[in-house]
């Protein structure tokens, strides 16, 4: 018993001072974009069905989507912080049409994308290079080809990857 517990000892004091040898954890790098939805229960559409309440998963989406398309466009020692305030997918929930049509999106050119947003442009010591509100909308939406054709979110992240591109274009660092 006696040497059972020696044993145990030896390997928690081990594994202990293993961490202790392998030297400071690399410091992960701050994100150059964050985004952040502020009260998402209250956007106007971003749900999955007529009778839903907004989807999280949809919000988690276009939270990586926007974080990782932002990142393409700001440059190091440039941070973009940018706080949603309203969602409002393509097309709409037409439940008149019957009860297999509750989760069905009627894409129509009268139900456009639209994301309202607020962003700020920090340079490496914190001061505001640029901020803004934005009302996003894509009037012209089913004109063009969005991609991946399966992607629940298409026509919301074809429009942020163009309001990206013309907003953050040329960024400098500072």
């Known amino acids: 018993m006696k040497t059972k517990v020696l044993w145990l ?25 964050t985004v952040a ?3 998402p229960e209250k956007f106007t559409d971003c749900k999955r069905s007529s009778w839903g ?3 999280p998963d949809l919000l988690a989406d276009l939270q990586r989507y926007m974080e990782t398309t ?3 466009y700001v440059p190091d020692g440039v941070h973009l ?10 097309g709409e929930f037409e439940p008149q049409l019957g009860p297999q ?21 920090t340079d490496a010591k914190g001061a505001v290079v640029s901020s803004g509100r934005r009302e996003i909308t894509d009037l012209a939406y089913q004109m063009r080809t969005a ?9 919301e992240k074809d429009m ?13 660092a500072g």
């Open 9 to 33: 000892s030896a390997l928690s004091l081990l594994a202990g001072a293993g961490g202790a040898f392998a030297g400071p954890a690399a410091a992960k790098p701050a994100p150059r974009v």
């Open 37 to 39: 939805f502020v009260q």
């Open 53 to 55: 309440e907004t989807a």
């Open 70 to 72: 932002g990142a393409r």
């Open 81 to 90: 912080e940018i706080k949603v305030t309203d969602v409002d997918l393509a």
């Open 101 to 121: 049509f509750d989760e069905v999106r009627i894409v129509k050119a009268i139900y456009p994308p639209r994301i309202t947003l607020e962003y700020r442009v």
């Open 147 to 155: 991609w991946p054709q399966d992607d629940y979110l298409r026509y």
């Open 160 to 172: 942020l990857r163009t309001w990206f591109g013309a907003e953050f274009r040329g960024l400098k």
